[in-house]
């Protein structure tokens, strides 16, 4: 009996070519990428990567001076890609070529009907193809994501016990990457273990399923300790962001009373200048203009020290940290603003040059179609309450209609609820490439609903025109 992954290979090595050819011609325009702020961050990082490879190799782990307050997995990618090509554009070719392997994929295992029009309608679409080659996390966890997806929802006969050890080692690389591009998307492992748990009979493929989930996880965790790198505690700044915020909205007596509640953090007056900083639509604020900043927050015992001042200060006011809380949830769901897509940058401090740039019509024309859909549909994306209720609906609706992939889509769904919930526990910004995963998945799935009520509707309107002739 042949694997069932060389066999799914060959089933798809149509949409696996026309996803090398995409990947080809996006980097080509678009060389090296796109690039935003912290995505210079990312790459310097992955340089100092490179050098610590070369340390630890040589057993000098301890002369390894790194710090970090982004994610380390993607620089680590980076890093490897470097290695081994010397150019950064390989790792641009990389994800684009995994992103768009998956998404075919995705559509192919989701759609019901129709799925060549899917497969159109996913190609054209600006947000897809141009997020395919930009320096951002998000892509990234969505890739992992969907593999894990992917996994989970393959058939379960016709296995050998090769494609066993193929899956669990999948698995691993698929939670590695999720949760090493996305730290907060740890918050859809209920939904991932639910499912696994209620989809399969055997308690051994329940174990193993999970085991290699887990084992992702942990990878994520200890590759900076590998690699001696100091991660700093950038989690912790939503928290103090939150605790400043509200201290700058109470009255000016109430103010008063914690002007110096974070000094211990730094000298005397750094709660004062972290307020007078403070933005309240960008976590930033105080991180760039204080001296309350990501070095102070990730001194030893720093994000000990975060977490209990944020648990005192909620016992102390919690009405006044709920509202703060609330308003921040509700303009990351973009109820009450819309998410801001300024991220998303053509040449990024003018640094690009240094990365072999191109500045041409073409590129600038690439670039431009992502701000020419964002503005054409804005009011749909840029409001994620609005994804999530017409997902919801259409979900609904493919129960209602007993649709062959109903169960598939509330897993979905699920998924990217416990993914966005990450952002309203601990709200750091409001930006559409934090809500990008989900704005992904729900879109992909209400394409695969949509299309299929219409392609039913037009034959069974066929099937009633052909019955009168």
């Avoid at 090595?13 to 980097?27: K, Y």
Wanted: glycine share 4%; aromatic share 16%; proline share 2%.
């Amino acid at each position: 009996m042949k694997s069932f992954y060389y066999r799914k290979l060959q089933e798809n090595l149509g949409l696996i070519v026309w996803s090398l050819v995409m990947a080809i011609f996006c980097v080509l325009i678009s060389y090296p990428g796109i690039f935003y702020s912290d995505s210079y961050a990312r790459v310097e990082t992955a340089d100092k990567i490179r050098g610590a490879i070369s340390l630890l190799l040589a057993g000098q782990r301890d002369a390894i001076e790194i710090r970090s307050w982004i994610t380390v997995i993607p620089s680590c990618m980076m890093a490897v890609c470097k290695m081994i090509t010397g150019n950064i554009a390989s790792y641009t070719f990389l994800q684009a070529f995994a992103f768009f392997v998956i998404s075919f994929l995705f559509i192919k295992r989701i759609g019901n009907s129709c799925k060549v029009l899917q497969y159109i309608l996913f190609a054209i679409n600006p947000l897809f193809y141009n997020e395919a080659i930009y320096y951002e996390a998000g892509v990234g966890c969505v890739v992992g994501m969907v593999m894990m997806v992917l996994i989970l929802l393959s058939e379960e006969t016709e296995k050998t016990k090769l494609d066993r050890v193929i899956e669990i080692l999948l698995l691993i690389a698929a939670s590695f990457v999720t949760f090493g591009y996305r730290a907060n998307a740890f918050t859809i492992l209920p939904v991932l273990l639910v499912y696994i748990f209620m989809k399969n009979q055997k308690m051994v493929k329940k174990v193993w399923t999970t085991v290699a989930i887990m084992v992702g996880f942990v990878l994520v965790l200890a590759t900076p300790k590998v690699l001696n790198i100091d991660t700093m505690s950038s989690s912790m700044a939503g928290f103090v962001w939150e605790i400043l915020t509200t201290i700058d909205n109470m009255e000016a007596e109430k103010k008063e009373e914690y002007i110096d509640y974070l000094d211990e953090f730094g000298k005397e007056g750094i709660t004062e200048r972290a307020v007078e900083a403070n933005l309240e639509i960008i976590v930033s604020g105080f991180l760039e203009y204080s001296d309350l900043n990501i070095y102070a927050l990730s001194q030893e015992g720093g994000a000990e020290l975060a977490l209990e001042k944020y648990i005192e200060f909620f016992m102390r006011e919690p009405g006044a940290l709920i509202e703060t809380k609330w308003n921040n949830a509700m303009r990351t769901l973009g109820i009450t603003n819309a998410l801001s897509y300024f991220e998303y940058e053509y040449n990024c401090a003018e640094r690009m040059g240094a990365y072999g740039f191109n500045d041409s019509i073409e590129r600038l024309q690439f670039y431009r179609q992502y701000y020419a859909m964002i503005n054409t549909i804005g009011n749909y994306i840029l409001h994620p309450w609005i994804v999530f209720f017409v997902s919801i609906v259409l979900v609904v609706i493919e129960w209602l209609r007993d649709a062959l992939n109903k169960k598939v889509y509330v897993f979905l769904l699920l998924l990217s609820v416990f993914y966005y919930v990450a952002y309203l526990l601990n709200t750091q910004s409001f930006e559409l490439r934090y809500f990008y995963p989900v704005l992904y998945i729900l879109w992909l799935m209400d394409l695969a609903i949509i299309v299929d009520i219409l392609c039913k509707s037009i034959d069974k309107f066929k099937y009633k025109i052909m019955r009168k002739l």
